[in-house]
Every structure is written in structure tokens, then in C-alpha cells.
Nanobody
């Protein structure tokens, strides 16, 4: 059974940085495409960034140049480095295993002064 556990969220000032981590278990992690999604209050859950098993990446226009998704297969972990954070980045961030259709429980990111 695939399980995903996110960590690294918190409160940060505008212009600051955070790194989210998503630890996977219960599957052959290296073959799964992985993604980070986010959902703000009252809004739908949207894709932020995805990374394939071969480490090809894709980003939402709103985060291009500020966020970087990466993976370390030896650690069964996918990361989201978030720089130059803005208040509109405030949301619950979810990790998603695209191959198995499994979500993590999410981690809150709040960008506020």
C-alpha cells in the first residue's frame, strides 16, 4: 500500500523560502511520476509541479522560476524548493503519486508578514 507523508510547511514572510519533502513508502518509488499540488481555501486543487520517473519536470506558470521540484530515488523522496514566496502561494500543499493515484495528507504553507 502506497503511503505519502509531506513535511516542511510553515509560516514564512513574503520573499522567503521553504523546502517541502514528501516521503513515499510501499511502492517502487523510482517508477512513479510524482507531483505537488496545492489548494487554497475556497479554491480547487491545482497542480504546482510534476516530475517524471526520468526526472523531466513541468511547472505551473505561476511558480516558474521560483519553485523547483526534484527527487532522490535512493531516499524515496520528492522535494519542492520554494523561493521568492508570495502571499498568493498560501495553501495546503499535497504530494501525489501519479502512477498509483495516491495523495498525501498535505502540509500547510502560509506566506504572510
Amino acid at each position: 500500500q502506497v503511503q505519502l507523508v509531506e513535511s516542511g510547511g510553515g509560516l514564512v514572510q513574503p520573499g522567503g523560502s521553504l523546502r517541502l519533502s514528501c516521503a513515499a513508502s510501499g511502492s517502487i518509488f523510482s517508477i512513479s511520476a510524482m507531483g505537488w499540488y496545492r489548494q487554497a481555501p475556497g479554491k480547487r486543487r491545482d497542480a504546482v509541479a510534476t516530475i517524471t520517473s526520468s526526472a523531466s519536470t513541468n511547472y505551473a506558470d505561476s511558480v516558474k522560476g521560483r519553485f523547483t521540484i526534484s527527487r532522490v530515488n535512493a531516499k524515496n523522496t520528492v522535494y519542492l524548493q520554494m523561493n521568492s514566496l508570495k502571499p498568493e502561494d498560501t495553501a495546503v500543499y499535497y504530494c501525489y503519486d501519479l502512477l498509483h493515484g495516491v495523495w498525501g495528507r498535505g502540509t500547510q504553507v502560509t506566506v504572510s508578514s
